[in-house]
Nanobody, 124 residues
Framework: VQLQASGGGLVQAGGSLRLSCAVS????????IGWFRQAPGKEREGVSC????????YYSDSVKGRFTISKDKSKKTVYLQMNTLKPEDTAAYYC??????????????????WGQGTLVTVSS
């Protein structure tokens, strides 16, 4: 499985960004795709994950109500719409894939497939 993340950038607090993760190389029906982030000096956090085959999703408490994960199966792409961004959302964001339930993917310490990071910087 190959993943390609894009869409990061610099935005002011209160603004929005949309991240994209293009996935290739496998039949994805058994997989969940997720977004993780890691800020300097902090642990990696599973932000939001989605089942590729159905509507199961997971959000961490820190982003619930502000971020929305979605997918376009025809394009094999997963999106993360980030609204009402805060300075504490500043981090490198990574997409990942694993044959797990979305909640377990987002909470997992062991994930086999990762994309490269895309940097999100939120200024105050």
């Amino acid at each position: 499985v190959q993943l390609q993340a894009s869409g990061g950038g610099l935005v002011q607090a209160g603004g929005s960004l949309r991240l994209s993760c293009a996935v290739s190389g496998a039949t994805l029906d058994e997989y969940a795709i997720g977004w993780f982030r890691q800020a300097p000096g902090k642990e990696r956090e599973g932000v939001s994950c989605i089942s590729f085959s159905d509507e199961r999703t997971y959000y961490s408490d820190s982003v619930k109500g502000r971020f929305t994960i979605s997918k376009d199966k025809s394009k094999k792409t997963v999106y993360l719409q980030m609204n009402t961004l805060k300075p504490e959302d500043t981090a490198a964001y990574y997409c990942a894939a694993e044959d797990l339930d979305p909640m377990y993917l987002c909470r997992s310490s062991w994930v086999d497939y990762w994309g490269q990071g895309t940097l999100v910087t939120v200024s105050s």
